[in-house]
C-alpha cells in the first residue's frame, strides 16, 4: 500500500552517507555500511501531477569480467575473499587518498563466481564464466576494468588441465 506511482523524468546519481537502517524495517540494509554510498535520484510526476523526487539507497555498483578460455576460479568463500582483497590492494592503490581506510571504507566490496551465464553485448558464445566484483562507488568501475585489462594474478584459477595458475591473467571485461 506504499506504492509510488510516477512518470520518471530524469535520473542522477550522488554521494552520501549509509542508512543506519532500512526503512523497510523487515529487510536488512543492503551496499556498503561505511563511507560515501551512491544514492540514486528520480524526478518524476506522480499520478496527481506534483513532482516528486526519490532517493534510492542499496545500491552496489558491480562489474562482470570473463574469465580466460578454459580457465577455471576455486568458488570457495574463503578463496572468494582472498580474491576481493587482492582487487582492494590494487583498488585503493589506484584511488590514491580517495578512500578513508582508517574509517573502515572498502573499495572491492565482494567478488561473486558467475558460471553458466553469457553476455548479450559482444555476444561470445566461449565466454560462460565470470567474475562479478562489487565496488563501493560507481566511479571506481572504470579503475577496476584498467587493473582488470592490464592483467592480475589471482589465487585459484586453473587452467584446463586442473592445474592452478600464479601467472597474471588479462580478465575481458563485460557490462561494466
Known amino acids: 500500500d506504499n506504492d509510488l506511482n510516477l512518470q520518471w523524468l530524469d535520473i542522477d546519481m550522488i554521494g552520501g552517507r ?3 537502517r ?5 529487510k536488512k540494509t543492503l551496499g556498503a555500511q561505511k563511507g560515501i554510498v551512491p544514492v540514486i535520484r528520480l524526478y518524476g510526476v506522480n499520478e496527481t501531477g506534483n513532482s516528486v523526487a526519490v ?42 587518498n580517495q578512500l578513508k581506510k582508517n574509517e573502515g571504507e572498502q573499495a572491492c566490496l565482494g567478488v561473486k ?25 560507481p566511479g571506481m568501475i572504470p579503475k577496476l576494468k584498467t587493473i ?7 589465487p585459484g584459477m586453473k587452467d584446463a588441465n586442473g592445474e ?5 591473467m588479462v580478465f ?3 557490462e561494466c
Open 113 to 137: 563466481c558467475i558460471d553458466g551465464k553469457q553476455s548479450i553485448m559482444g555476444y561470445d558464445p566461449a565466454h560462460t564464466k565470470f567474475l562479478k566484483v562489487f565496488v563501493a562507488m
Open 164 to 168: 592452478e595458475t600464479r601467472e597474471s
Open 22 to 26: 532500512n526503512p523497510n524495517g523487515t
Open 55 to 96: 532517493f534510492i539507497h542499496g545500491f552496489t555498483p558491480y562489474g562482470y569480467f570473463a574469465l580466460p578460455r578454459g580457465y577455471t576460479v576455486d568458488n570457495t568463500d574463503d578463496n572468494l575473499g582472498k580474491i576481493r582483497s587482492i582487487l582492494e590492494t590494487h583498488l585503493c592503490a589506484k584511488l590514491g
Open 18 to 20: 549509509p542508512l543506519d
Open 148 to 154: 582488470m585489462e592490464e592483467g592480475i594474478g589471482l
Open 172 to 174: 575481458q571485461p563485460f
